[in-house]
């Protein structure tokens, strides 16, 4: 009788490590999550590295005002009222031609 008893606890015991180890929700099937897990983490550490970087200059935008007379400065053309502004013509065409010669575009 107690025989039978262990090898039945015997069997029952082995199937429930079966199931632990290669089952549904298994230790396999959470090393494979673990995986991807890593992988998604990997491949979101740039964009989160992006994010920090915005966020940076959103505050900078906000608080100082050098950040403002820079992006004044090069995205609209602004100069200073005390500022002398010189136009050289065909300054900015030559360096273009040069950067698109040499496979570098600005």
Request: glycine content about 8%.
């Amino acid at each position: 009788m107690f025989k039978w008893l262990a090898v039945v606890l015997v069997v029952l015991i082995a199937l429930l490590q079966y199931r632990l180890w290669f089952g549904e929700g298994g230790l396999k099937e959470l090393g494979q999550i673990h995986a991807r897990v890593d992988a998604l983490e990997a491949e979101n550490q740039p964009m989160r590295a992006r994010n920090q970087r915005l966020a940076a200059e959103v505050v900078d935008l906000k608080t100082g005002l050098d950040a403002i007379e820079e992006r004044a400065r090069s995205h609209l053309g602004m100069i200073r009222e005390d500022e002398q502004f010189y136009w050289v013509p065909d300054v900015a065409k030559g360096a273009s031609r040069q950067a698109a010669a040499s496979g570098n575009t600005p």
